[in-house]
Nanobody
């Protein structure tokens, strides 16, 4: 059984920072590509950032470049999302995703998903 468990969400003021973590179990993390997505109320789930299996390739949505940093520690089966300079429009549930084949921005490419962690940014 594959489980992805996110943590680190919470309430933060605009301009603040949070670091999200996602621990994967039931997977050999060095064989999977990992990503973060988010979904705000009434909106579709959108791509945030992705990292390939080795950590050598990273991709970010344009609105997150320079503010968010994705990283991974395969020894800990964990992927991180460091979020700085947070804005109220970053408020959403953030989801961790994994897939053995695809390093992608597309929701449909990812086979495994976590339950999400809420991030709320107050103005």
């Amino acid at each position: 059984q594959v489980d992805l468990v996110e943590s680190g969400g919470g309430l933060v003021q605009a301009g603040g920072s949070l670091r999200l973590s996602c621990v994967a179990s039931g997977l050999t993390s060095s064989n999977v590509h990992m990503a973060w997505f988010r979904q705000a109320p009434g909106k579709e789930r959108e791509f945030v950032a992705a990292v390939n299996w080795s950590g050598s390739m990273k991709d970010y949505a344009d609105s997150m470049k320079g503010r968010f940093t994705i990283s991974r520690d395969n020894a800990k089966n964990t992927v991180y999302l460091q979020m700085d300079s947070l804005k109220p429009e970053d408020t959403a549930v953030y989801y961790c995703a994994a897939d053995r084949r695809w390093f992608s921005r597309s929701v449909s490419r990812y086979e495994y998903w976590g339950q999400g962690t809420q991030v709320t940014v107050s103005s």
